[in-house]
């Protein structure tokens, strides 16, 4: 099992910026992709980010404001988060698709969550 731990969220005011961070440790032999997404009270959970091998992808209300980035050394995945703004507003949770040694199956895991709220 992946232990997955996020830091970062908090409370900003509109226009404001936040970084949240996401560590991933365990018995991974290899990871196949990260990935950011968030939950706002009353909605389903959505897709902000998510970063794989050469590539990266982001929801549409997010693109030129949020950056997914990833150290693959130390399995970690981040998501700077600029020009926030209230519709922001949501639980974030961190996510995992990786795969362990001797195994064939791909695995997915998630983080706790990390408050996020934009207000002024």
């Known amino acids: 099992q992946v232990h997955l731990v996020e830091s970062g969220g908090g409370s900003v005011q509109p226009g404001g910026s936040l970084r949240l961070s996401c560590a991933a440790s365990?018995?991974?032999?290899?990871?196949?992709?990260m990935g950011w997404y968030r939950q706002a009270p009353g909605k389903e959970r959505e897709l902000v980010a998510l970063?794989?091998?050469?590539?990266?992808n982001y929801a549409d209300s997010v693109k030129g404001r949020f950056t997914i980035s990833r150290d693959n050394a130390e399995n970690t995945v981040y998501l700077q988060m600029n020009s926030l703004k209230p519709e922001d507003t949501a639980v974030y949770y961190c996510?995992?698709?990786?795969?362990?040694?001797?195994?064939?199956?791909?695995?997915?895991?998630w983080g706790q969550g990390t408050q996020v709220t934009v207000s002024s």
């Open positions: 970063i794989s091998e050469g590539s990266t």
């Open positions: 996510n995992v698709l990786y795969r362990r040694r001797g195994d064939v199956r791909s695995y997915n895991d």
């Open positions: 365990g018995t991974i032999f290899s990871i196949n992709a």
